[in-house]
């Protein structure tokens, strides 16, 4: 079984940075997209980033300019930059792993985004 370890979250100030990562416990085979999502207090879950096979990028709009996704293939670990935080990034963040056959999740780590 796949798991996937989330990292880097904590307390930031506004205007702060962090940087996320999320590392499988094994290697993953059919790797079709890598993603973080998150979901605040009350709301649902949304896609933050995502990184697909060919590279392609994908941004929510709120985070567009200040967030930055990467990944690392070898070690099948996917990261978030993430810049000039404010309190609407509040939230818990998610790692997503998507293959062909299977959708994996990360436990979660929360970010927290003072004024």
């Known amino acids: 079984q796949v798991q996937l370890v989330e990292s880097g979250g904590g307390l930031v100030q506004a205007g702060g940075s962090l940087r996320l990562s999320c590392v499988a416990s094994?290697?993953?085979?059919?790797?079709?997209?890598m993603g973080w999502y998150r979901q605040a207090p009350g709301k649902q879950r949304e896609e933050v980033a995502s990184i697909r096979r060919d590279g392609t990028l994908n941004y929510a709009d709120s985070v567009k300019g200040r967030f930055t996704i990467s990944r690392e293939n070898v070690k099948d670990t996917v990261y978030l930059q993430m810049n000039s935080l404010n309190r609407e990034d509040t939230a818990v963040y998610y790692c997503n792993v998507q293959t062909f056959g299977n959708s994996y999740w990360g436990q979660g780590t929360q970010v927290t985004v003072s004024s």
């Open positions: 094994r290697m993953i085979f059919g790797i079709n997209v």
